[in-house]
């Protein structure tokens, strides 16, 4: 199989799908590499260090129109949708149901579209949503640090425990990988930190993984408005169902924050589990609402793009090889992780997420894999 490894063109996108050593496994299966140039620049990856992988070097267009498989990290932009030609497989973060035009695209040129983000695996999670869950929630508290200062428009509080003024509060909405990675920085500058969760086997899980400053309480409201009245920073980690018209923090609830209080958004959801959210840029990262500084960069991980690299890397190229060593029919039919990642086969809609919310037609994925 052909692999076509493009340079993201996303503003502010410096994560590439596939690492130096990920290239060299695919040549040592006996596929061949197409990649663009300057495609790992931003995550620190040479070109010569390719081509020393065994890769060859093309042109932006020739990469989409001689691979069988496209190896992404993030959704199809407008500009390269000229770009797919039917039957070719591109395997991304493709966010369909936030995307609905570049999926009808996907449908009208039969791609195979295969995400990253609903791969899962025998115990319900997702592998490859892990790493750049954890870097975002990282890079999520250390936002708030950087936003906190003065000279950034912040309230002059340093997030950490400094003896004989009060210790900040930092509230983190979900205990999953994003709320792990936040509280864990939080917690080791020494911060009161709460987290809220609705499952109490998960909250018992991270509860040994983090130290004594860490609360656990139920996420219900009466919890939640307790802790946006004490919270200097809100960090919210956990993903809203889009099909859901509700929220979980609403815009008279802001009136309660403290002033100078801040919103950090990891999971982006505009208008999701909190109302006033939206997403923003590395570009253009803040905004207030309500008084409230919100920040919701829907790529964190890009701004470690190295780290995020090699993450991702490692945790979607087995799914890569098994496609380009089986094909992605006999792929799909053996394991049923994968096919949780079918997003469109054949000009079939097989998410059904994405069905109900933009009502499109559904086609199970075994079912159009079988036809």
Request: charged fraction near 25%; include cysteine; aromatic fraction near 6%.
């Given at each position: 199989?052909?692999?076509?490894l493009?340079?993201?063109?996303k503003?502010n996108e410096?994560?590439?799908a596939?690492?130096?050593?990920a290239?060299?496994?695919?040549?040592?299966?006996?596929?061949?590499?197409?990649?663009e140039?300057?495609?790992g620049?931003?995550?620190?990856f040479a070109?010569?260090?390719?081509?020393?992988s065994?890769?060859?070097?093309?042109?932006?267009?020739?990469?989409y129109?001689?691979?069988?498989m496209?190896?992404?990290?993030k959704e199809?932009e407008?500009?390269?949708?000229?770009l797919?030609h039917?039957?070719?497989?591109?395997?991304?973060?493709?966010h369909s149901n936030a995307?609905?035009?570049?999926?009808r695209?996907l449908?009208?040129?039969?791609?195979t579209g295969?995400c990253y983000?609903?791969?899962d695996?025998?115990e319900?999670?997702?592998?490859?949503l892990?790493?750049?869950?954890v870097?975002a929630?990282k890079g999520?508290?250390?936002?708030?640090l950087?936003?906190s200062?003065?000279?950034?428009?912040g309230?002059?509080i340093?997030?950490?425990?400094?003896?004989?003024?009060p210790?900040?509060?930092?509230?983190i909405?979900?205990c999953?990988?994003?709320?792990?990675?936040a509280?864990?920085?939080?917690?080791a500058?020494?911060n009161?930190?709460t987290?809220?969760?609705?499952?109490?086997?998960?909250?018992?899980e991270?509860?040994?993984?983090?130290?004594?400053?860490?609360?656990?309480?139920?996420?219900?409201r009466?919890?939640?408005l307790?802790?946006l009245?004490?919270?200097d920073?809100l960090?919210?980690c956990?993903?809203?169902?889009k099909t859901?018209?509700?929220?979980?923090?609403n815009?008279?609830?802001?009136?309660?924050?403290?002033k100078g209080a801040?919103i950090i958004?990891?999971?982006?959801?505009d208008?999701?589990?909190i109302e006033?959210?939206r997403?923003?840029?590395?570009?253009?990262?803040?905004y207030?609402?309500e008084g409230?500084?919100?920040?919701c960069?829907?790529?964190i991980?890009?701004?470690?793009?190295?780290?995020?690299?090699q993450?991702?890397?490692?945790a979607?190229?087995p799914?890569?090889?098994?496609?380009?060593?089986?094909?992605?029919?006999e792929?799909?039919?053996e394991?049923k992780?994968?096919?949780?990642?079918?997003?469109?086969?054949k000009?079939?809609l097989?998410?059904?997420?994405?069905?109900?919310?933009?009502?499109?037609?559904?086609?199970d994925?075994?079912e159009?894999i079988s036809?």
């Amino acid at each position: 199989m052909i692999i076509g490894l493009p340079k993201e063109i996303k503003k502010n996108e410096y994560r590439v799908a596939a690492t130096p050593a990920a290239v060299a496994a695919f040549t040592r299966a006996g596929h061949k590499v197409l990649f663009e140039h300057d495609c790992g620049i931003g995550s620190g990856f040479a070109d010569e260090e390719y081509i020393a992988s065994g890769a060859e070097m093309k042109s932006h267009e020739d990469v989409y129109r001689l691979c069988d498989m496209l190896y992404k990290v993030k959704e199809i932009e407008p500009a390269e949708y000229d770009l797919l030609h039917e039957g070719m497989i591109v395997f991304t973060y493709l966010h369909s149901n936030a995307h609905p035009e570049m999926t009808r695209v996907l449908l009208e040129k039969n791609v195979t579209g295969v995400c990253y983000e609903d791969i899962d695996d025998d115990e319900g999670k997702f592998p490859a949503l892990a790493p750049m869950s954890v870097l975002a929630g990282k890079g999520g508290f250390l936002a708030a640090l950087n936003f906190s200062q003065a000279v950034h428009g912040g309230k002059g509080i340093l997030l950490a425990r400094i003896p004989g003024v009060p210790t900040p509060d930092v509230t983190i909405i979900g205990c999953g990988n994003s709320g792990l990675g936040a509280a864990e920085l939080a917690a080791a500058f020494g911060n009161r930190v709460t987290i809220l969760d609705i499952d109490y086997k998960a909250m018992n899980e991270v509860s040994h993984k983090l130290p004594p400053n860490v609360e656990f309480l139920y996420s219900n409201r009466e919890n939640l408005l307790t802790c946006l009245k004490r919270t200097d920073v809100l960090i919210n980690c956990i993903l809203w169902p889009k099909t859901r018209k509700d929220h979980l923090v609403n815009r008279e609830d802001l009136s309660l924050m403290k002033k100078g209080a801040m919103i950090i958004d990891v999971a982006c959801d505009d208008a999701g589990a909190i109302e006033t959210c939206r997403s923003t840029s590395h570009d253009d990262p803040v905004y207030y609402e309500e008084g409230i500084l919100h920040y919701c960069v829907d790529n964190i991980p890009s701004a470690f793009s190295c780290t995020a690299s090699q993450t991702l890397s490692a945790a979607t190229l087995p799914h890569a090889l098994n496609m380009a060593n089986k094909g992605v029919v006999e792929a799909m039919k053996e394991d049923k992780h994968l096919r949780r990642g079918l997003t469109t086969y054949k000009g079939m809609l097989t998410l059904l997420e994405t069905a109900q919310k933009h009502s499109m037609p559904f086609t199970d994925p075994l079912e159009a894999i079988s036809k």
